[in-house]
């Protein structure tokens, strides 16, 4: 009712002084959109700050994210409405008044996706950010995840807008489903990489950095890349592994970057002879073991005579340290190594090594005389 109150009085008022009603009219409608312009951006100035003042990744990102989207959206909307003032609003161009709402309705969606986007990209850098401090969130996860979010609000915005334009979209959809169906069987390596990828991005049984190796495949190494396509493996000897990620779907794959523990598992071989030092020598290196610092007591400590091998006597030790780096774990290995080499001495007692005893009778068997040598030796 306002709204036409001042129509009229602007209508009157513009017959009084001699001009075309919608002149004032365009005026007025500048001088409004500058106005919001203008209290939209100390607005957002004032939002900004109270979000930078706070730790949430998130905040940042959807007050940002709308500067220039409502900036584009309201000046959009001043000139719509300055459209349907102008005197081509009876004629069949697209920017005479008769579409109009319609090209109001395609630019609110537009300036709507673009704000969508730029909040995406924005939790996106700020979360990548955090997480170099805090979780050690993987990039690739959350660079593919973002990238996953724009093509579907694309995809969504593009049907809507033309769907608002007065294109029938039934046709496209039907016809799109026919292509997509086509362009997936002639592209299913690719998609089933791509889904491999997204597999490993999401579920995460390894990242960028972990050592892992596949018992199924020849595949050990650090990673060094998830993409799209493929991965990339570091081997050990540093040359480069391009594995599809369509196999990591179909394996078995170890990540020991993540074990908890590393295994010690040894077998002590002594001699035959020392047989009555092997209890105490098993009962000593036991204590050993549970009285050593780096070895996890909540673990199972095993020390146990064996077997009577062909050459030795054998015990097994079998304890776990939770110590996973590799080289203060070889020295915590080497250490219990030199301490059970300490206790055979100290029994008296050696490592046994392979070796083969052959007796040798220096008597002949009575047999072994042939007739004609004893004759020979009865007539000398």
């Given at each position: 009712m306002t709204l036409e109150i001042l129509s009229t009085w602007i209508d009157s008022w513009s017959v009084q002084i001699g001009v075309a009603a919608w002149i004032p009219k365009l005026v007025l409608v500048a001088a409004v959109v500058v106005l919001v312009d203008f209290i939209h951006r100390r607005l957002m100035k004032i939002l900004r700050e109270k979000a930078e003042a706070t730790s949430n990744p998130w905040d940042d990102a959807v007050i940002s994210a709308g500067g220039l989207p409502v900036t584009a959206l309201i000046w959009f909307l001043g000139a719509s409405i300055a459209l349907q003032l102008l005197p081509l609003q009876d004629t069949e161009s697209w920017f005479g008044g008769a579409n109009t709402p319609q090209l109001r309705r395609a630019g609110i969606i537009l300036a709507l996706a673009w704000y969508l986007l730029r909040m995406v990209r924005g939790v996106e850098c700020n979360v990548l950010a955090a997480s170099e401090d805090a979780t050690q969130l993987d990039k690739a996860t959350i660079g593919i995840v973002g990238k996953i979010i724009k093509i579907i609000i694309l995809a969504g915005v593009g049907l809507v807008i033309l769907d608002q334009l007065g294109i029938k979209i039934t046709g496209l959809l039907a016809a799109g489903g026919i292509g997509g169906l086509a362009l997936a069987l002639a592209a299913k390596d690719l998609l089933a990489n791509l889904f491999g990828g997204l597999n490993i991005l999401l579920n995460q049984p390894f990242s960028v950095g972990d050592w892992i190796r596949s018992p199924e495949q020849e595949i050990e190494g650090v990673v060094e890349h998830i993409g799209w396509r493929q991965t990339t493996i570091r081997r050990f000897n540093r040359r480069p592994l391009y594995v599809p990620n369509s196999v990591f779907t179909n394996i078995a794959v170890e990540n020991p970057s993540r074990m908890s523990h590393r295994r010690i598992s040894e077998t002590i071989s002594i001699r035959h002879d020392d047989i009555g030092s092997m209890e105490a020598i098993?009962?000593?290196?036991?204590?050993?073991?549970?009285?050593?610092?780096?070895?996890?007591?909540?673990?199972?400590?095993?020390?146990?005579?064996?077997?009577?091998?062909?050459?030795?006597?054998?015990?097994?030790?079998?304890?776990?340290?939770?110590?996973?780096?590799?080289?203060?774990?070889?020295?915590?290995?080497?250490?219990?190594?030199?301490?059970?080499?300490?206790?055979?001495?100290?029994?008296?007692?050696?490592?046994?090594?392979?070796?083969?005893?052959?007796?040798?009778?220096?008597?002949?068997?009575?047999?072994?005389?042939?007739?004609?040598?004893?004759?020979?030796?009865?007539?000398?």
């Open positions: 098993v009962s000593d290196v036991k204590s050993m073991l549970e009285s050593h610092p780096d070895i996890d007591q909540n673990q199972s400590v095993l020390v146990y005579f064996d077997r009577f091998g062909e050459t030795s006597l054998d015990f097994n030790i079998s304890c776990f340290s939770d110590i996973t780096d590799g080289e203060r774990f070889f020295q915590i290995r080497q250490d219990i190594l030199f301490g059970i080499y300490r206790t055979v001495n100290r029994y008296g007692a050696k490592i046994a090594l392979p070796a083969s005893t052959i007796k040798i009778d220096s008597k002949p068997d009575a047999g072994d005389i042939s007739p004609g040598s004893a004759a020979k030796s009865g007539t000398t």
